[in-house]
């Protein structure tokens, strides 16, 4: 009897969260946002997820098993230059401007029309905290919050750099019902000078059970034909101007300068594309650079992939090329929770995760010189590879399980609930 007294109190306090994200990709925050809703404690918190359609992520939350109080409107753009009304980017569309103009126009329109018509997905659902995961779900999720008068948490993973965005988020930021600011890193929360007393960093965390090397079959050297001797230097992500992936190139000139062994040794590879809004294909861009400079043997670019694990496995060097401040990447401690050394510049996020001359090294930002020393360094001794490897390892364990992480952002919610 008391028993089914419990059950009855815990069902009757469980409450509604509503998690608002675009991120439909396999990129950064939709990982994220898996995790948490992986490892949510859900006799506490009931869970329902606002997203623009089905795609990678919910297929993920399908295959978990956690595809639940899902709700689908294509009012909610993934980006707000989706391309509307048949308007595909194409660079020799002499009417390119004038499409570009109007889809915004529309998307925004959308948005505009989701926040006023919200009122039916609150009072339906309960919902009882609005939890916002993507710089579009910030902003939405904000003036549905106000609109219904309802608490928002919001997860920011990312670093505003255009001076309109910083003054609109941290604007928006002062809204009463913006309950608090969950930052992936101390360099994200510095961006809300205005509301840093709401701010509290919980980095990304990783789930080990998902990055178990002994289970993760290994595919990049066979499919690429990649001998056993030639040490791999990899990187994930976007490839946007922004990563400085070109940084690479000048890394692999340097060491051919030098003719050597090392350089006969070398291969890169590039996991990730140029998302479809951009105007420019840095991809196409990064290939064509690449030929140019007669290193085509040198790199390998495998466009996007769902899952990177298998490719990633094959790594003997993971880089991060960013000379901006990254947020806290994730591709950096995917790396790590695979055994892999990481080179990075000493900017942004990666501060936190990298341990200098420990799981990895951190250059000064912008010195490539540096940064080629490094990679020289590691493929000239196996033996530091494999160290800096275990201890990055090491220290996902103790620092960033995803678990535990989930954790932490559970009592962020349970204590900024109205």
């Known amino acids: 009897m008391v028993n089914c007294q419990c059950l ?13 994200n675009h991120s439909i990709k396999h990129g950064g925050p939709g990982k994220s946002l898996f995790y948490i809703l992986k490892y949510l404690d859900r006799s506490k918190l009931n869970p329902f997820i606002l997203i623009p359609e089905d795609d990678v992520f919910s297929n993920d939350l399908k ?6 109080n899902i709700i689908i409107d294509k009012r909610f753009p993934e980006n707000l230059m989706r391309p509307r009304l048949g308007f595909k980017w194409d660079s020799n569309d002499s009417k390119l401007k004038y499409r570009f103009f109007i889809s915004i126009l529309i998307n925004i329109f959308d948005l505009i029309f989701l926040v006023f018509t919200s009122r039916s997905i609150i009072k339906t659902n309960k919902i009882d905290l609005i939890y916002c995961n993507g710089t579009v779900a910030k902003i939405t999720g904000a003036f549905i919050g106000l609109l219904n008068w309802k608490p928002v948490i919001w997860h920011v993973r990312n670093i505003q750099l255009k001076c309109p965005m910083i003054f609109t988020m941290n604007l928006l930021s002062l809204l009463p019902v913006i309950k608090k600011i969950i930052c992936v890193s101390i360099p994200t929360a510095s961006q809300f000078r ?3 007393n709401k701010t509290v960093v919980i980095n990304n965390g990783v789930d080990i059970i998902d990055f178990n090397s002994r289970k993760i079959k290994s595919e990049l050297r066979q499919e690429y034909e990649i001998k056993d001797e030639e040490i791999i230097i990899g990187t994930t992500g976007r490839i946007v101007p922004r990563k400085k992936y070109e940084i690479l190139i000048d890394i692999a000139n340097a060491l051919k300068s030098q003719n050597n062994d090392l350089f006969r040794k070398l291969k890169f590879v590039i996991i990730g594309n140029t998302p479809y809004y951009f105007r420019i294909n840095q991809l196409e861009v990064l290939i064509e650079l690449v030929k140019e400079n007669n290193l085509s043997d040198k790199f390998i670019f495998t466009g996007y992939k769902d899952d990177i694990r298998s490719y ?8 991060l ?3 901006y401040p990254d947020p806290f990447p994730r591709s950096v401690i995917e790396a790590m929770a695979l055994s892999k ?5 000493s900017i942004g996020g ?13 250059c000064s930002p912008g010195n490539n010189k540096e940064m080629t020393a490094k990679i020289v360094e590691l493929m000239r ?38």
């Open 312 to 319: 990633l496995k094959d790594f003997d060097i993971f880089i």
């Open 341 to 345: 050394p990481v080179i990075g510049f």
């Open 194 to 196: 205005y509301s840093f």
């Open 350 to 362: 990666i501060t936190e995760s990298v341990e200098n001359n420990t799981n990895g090294y951190l």
């Open 8 to 20: 009855i109190f815990i069902m009757k306090n469980k409450r509604n969260i509503l998690f608002i």
């Open 321 to 323: 090329t960013s000379d």
């Open 63 to 68: 295959k978990e098993g956690i595809y639940e």
């Open 381 to 418: 001794s196996k033996n530091k590879r494999l160290k800096m490897g275990r201890e990055g390892r090491k220290r996902i364990e103790n620092l960033y399980l995803a678990k535990d992480r989930t954790k932490d952002i559970e009592k962020e919610i349970i204590n900024n609930l109205s």
